[in-house]
C-alpha cells in the first residue's frame, strides 16, 4: 500500500497539469519615477569630454537628464590649451525599443559652458561663458536588469563665446544604472 502511495504522489508531483511553475518577474525598465545615474566619456571636435548624469523617467518613453561635464584639449605644437566645463539638461524621447532591452532616445536641451583657452607661447588666457542647444541620438543597451551601455552623439550649437567653434560634436559611450 504504501509503495503504490509513494508512486502516485511520484506521478502527480511530475504531471504537469499539478506541478506548480516558477513565473519569471517582469523587467522593468523605463518607467515612471525611476532614476538613473550614469558615466560616460568620448572624443568631441574639440577634445577629450566626459562627465555624470542624473536621470529622472517622467513615463514609459521619456525621461530628464542633467549633469556635469568636461572637455579639454592640448595642442603641443601650437602650446595651446582649451579646457570647458558646462551642464547639458535635457529632454529624452523614446523612438522605439527592441525587447525591452535596446532603447533609441532622441535628446533635446542646452548646454552651459564656462570655456577657456590658454595660448602658452603668446602668454594669453581667455575666459568666456557660452549657452547653446543640443539635439542628439542615445542609444541604451540593457545588459542586465539595471545597468546599461550608453552611445550617443550629440551635436551642440553654441551661441556666445568664440563663433568660430560656434559647432561641436560629442561622440560618448557610458555606463548607466537606474533604479
Known amino acids: 500500500m504504501q509503495k503504490g502511495l509513494s508512486v502516485l504522489m511520484v506521478c502527480l508531483c511530475l504531471s504537469p497539469s499539478y506541478a506548480i511553475q516558477a513565473t519569471e518577474k517582469p523587467t522593468l525598465r523605463h518607467v515612471g519615477g525611476f532614476q538613473g545615474i550614469e558615466a560616460r566619456g568620448g572624443m568631441a571636435v574639440k577634445g577629450f569630454c566626459g562627465g555624470v548624469d542624473y536621470s529622472y523617467y517622467l513615463h514609459r518613453t521619456g525621461y530628464f537628464k542633467c549633469g556635469l561635464g568636461g572637455e579639454i584639449e592640448e595642442d603641443e605644437d601650437e602650446r595651446t590649451s582649451f579646457f570647458s566645463v558646462f551642464t547639458q539638461p535635457a529632454l529624452a524621447y523614446g523612438l522605439g525599443e527592441v525587447h525591452d532591452q535596446l532603447y533609441l532616445n532622441i535628446l533635446l536641451g542646452t548646454i552651459i559652458a564656462y570655456e577657456g583657452l590658454t595660448k602658452s607661447g603668446q602668454n594669453q588666457h581667455q575666459d ?10 542615445e542609444v ?3 545588459m542586465m536588469q539595471h545597468t546599461a ?22 561622440l560618448e559611450v557610458g555606463i548607466k544604472i537606474t533604479f
Open 128 to 137: 568666456s561663458l557660452n549657452i547653446g542647444i543640443i539635439a542628439g541620438l
Open 140 to 142: 541604451e543597451f540593457f
Open 149 to 170: 551601455l550608453l552611445l550617443s552623439l550629440l551635436p551642440r550649437w553654441l551661441f556666445l563665446g568664440d563663433h568660430q567653434d560656434a559647432f561641436d560634436l560629442a
